[in-house]
């Protein structure tokens, strides 16, 4: 699942806001 971790690293905290899109 390195796509996941890869969007995670560029959105940063964003994509955990707004729920891990």
Request: hydrophobic residues 45%.
């Amino acid at each position: 699942m390195k796509t996941i971790n890869e969007i995670f690293n560029l959105t940063g905290k964003t994509a955990i806001v707004t729920g891990g899109a």
